[in-house]
């Protein structure tokens, strides 16, 4: 075990709520029961709850709640752990939290837990990782994807490809070490097939992660249009609530509105726009332009227009403008009478269209189709594992590079220049179960997580 200062956070979320919580990890923890005075008995067990008061060391009362205690090393950090349930206001918990450092405890960094867990082997990098994307899921999906993590899925298929890695790289510092034995031919085609079959795991990993991705971090989308498509109506219909001011007068949004929603399992971060047109005035014309830079950032578009009228100057520029590839054109007032045909829109060079009505809300089950199957292919298997996690897959595209580089030329260089790749290959890959890791590595991550986590 690391021997390190001990360390306290308020691990539950900022504010006000009914109970909240302090956790203290370190050797001097269970010191800290000594701020807990039971109204039962007088021992205190690991793993059991008391209910009793909390004061500082001069005695004065701060709360009444109930104490735990972890006892190394079963515990989260893999070291003493002590928390105390207060009632969930901030005064109370920032007194707790004072009354603890007169003891000598200090304030735990962002992460500071998790990495502690990570140093005394309670968990690998990959799996601290997904607490941290369990606590921000999105959407059931994410969960799912940070769960299966935690349960160690990732780490066990990437350090089973390291074994693999390792068992060739084995082959070769024999093959290197004993030049003057003849060389083992079916050591050589086996080592090859292995290493091809790396590569292929790999790859497949790598193939999830675009859908990963989707899942955990969700998809920025921009409603466009020109003005009175009906732009806020349909926002309105995907939110489930009115959010947005809807009338008949064009030009009626002029800031961008932001709404979270989820769609099929997907979180998406939907912006409603100011309507886009050549004239306008002063403040909706900056309106127009944030709409024309969030439309830049983002990764899917809903173009609305209008069916019930043939297309204006204005729905014109905007169709030659976009990117085509994450547009989906809706095609909403289907309720009357129509003059654009999806298929006029299809000619354009549009994948993706849809047909709508945000009045009577007919379509919008259709629209929801086409949004998941322009991000999620229908193919996935429900026991994928997905990489979803930016790190991991840059590690990812680094090793496969270095295989690739390792198979592409295996029969030509030097087996000492090969080995060297796949060492570097089988490095890289460390580091997403933290296998291989450095301080730099750790604080990057851990500073990333939530303070008290
Ligand atoms: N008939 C019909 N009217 C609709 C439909 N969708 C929206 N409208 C009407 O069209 C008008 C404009 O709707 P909004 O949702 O405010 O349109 P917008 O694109 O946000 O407009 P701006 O914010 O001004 O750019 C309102 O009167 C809506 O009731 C529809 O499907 N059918
Ligand atoms: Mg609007």
Redesign the pocket.
């Known amino acids: 075990m690391y021997i390190q200062d001990t360390i306290a956070a308020i691990a539950t979320p900022p504010g006000v709520g009914g109970v909240g919580i302090v956790r203290v990890s370190g050797d001097k923890a269970f010191q800290c029961a000594k701020l807990f005075k039971s109204k039962g008995k007088n021992t205190l067990a690991p793993g059991r709850m008391y209910y009793g008061d909390f004061t500082d060391l001069r005695g004065k009362h701060i709360d009444t709640g109930l104490f735990v205690w972890f006892q190394y090393p079963r515990s989260f950090t893999g070291e003493d752990v002590v928390e105390f349930h207060c009632h969930g206001g901030i005064v109370v918990l920032n007194g707790m939290l004072r009354a603890l450092f007169e003891l000598g405890v200090r304030l735990a960094e962002p992460g500071e837990f998790s990495k502690r867990a990570f140093l005394n082997g309670r968990i690998d990098l990959a799996q601290a990782e997904s607490i941290s994307d369990l606590i921000s899921a999105g959407s059931d999906k994410a969960a799912a994807i940070a769960r299966s993590h935690y349960k160690g899925r990732l780490s066990a298929i990437i350090e089973e490809i390291r074994e693999r890695v390792v068992s060739v790289l084995a082959w070769m510092e024999a093959e290197i070490d004993y030049p003057e034995s003849d060389l083992d031919a079916l050591g050589q085609d086996e080592a090859s097939a292995t290493l091809a079959q790396q590569i292929s795991a790999l790859e497949e990993l790598e193939g999830t992660y675009r859908e990963g991705r989707v899942y955990r971090d969700g998809i920025v989308t921009v409603i466009l249009?020109?003005?009175?498509?009906?732009?806020?109506?349909?926002l309105n219909i995907l939110a489930g609530e009115e959010r947005?001011?809807?009338?008949?007068?064009?030009?009626?949004?002029r800031d961008v509105l932001e709404v979270p929603v989820t769609i099929r399992g997907i979180p998406l971060r939907l912006a409603?726009t100011?309507?886009i047109r050549e004239s306008g005035d002063f403040i909706e014309s900056i309106g127009i332009q944030r709409a024309r830079k969030l439309a830049e950032e983002a990764d899917l578009l809903l173009l609305?227009l209008d069916t019930?009228r043939s297309l204006s100057k204005d729905d014109d520029l905007l169709l030659q403008n976009v990117n085509q590839d994450k547009v989906l054109v809706v095609l909403?007032?289907?309720?009357?009478p129509t003059v654009i045909e999806g298929e006029d829109i299809r000619t354009r060079g549009f994948h993706h269209v849809c047909q709508?009505?945000?009045?009577?809300e007919t379509g919008i089950e259709d629209l929801k189709d086409e949004i998941e199957s322009m991000f999620i292919s229908g193919s996935v298997n429900p026991d994928t594992t997905f990489i979803s996690n930016q790190r991991h897959y840059q590690a990812l595209l680094t090793a496969l590079c270095l295989l690739g580089q390792v198979a592409a030329n295996w029969d030509t260089l030097p087996l000492d220049l090969l080995a060297l790749d796949l060492r570097q290959a089988w490095q890289v890959l460390g580091q997403i179960t933290g296998s291989v890791w450095s301080e730099d590595l750790l604080n990057d991550i851990f500073q990333r997580f939530c303070l008290g986590k």
């Open positions: 249009g020109s003005p009175n498509v009906g732009k806020s109506s349909l947005a001011i809807v009338t008949d007068i064009p030009g009626t949004t409603d100011a309507g609305i019930s909403n007032k289907t309720d009357l709508i009505s945000a009045l009577q």
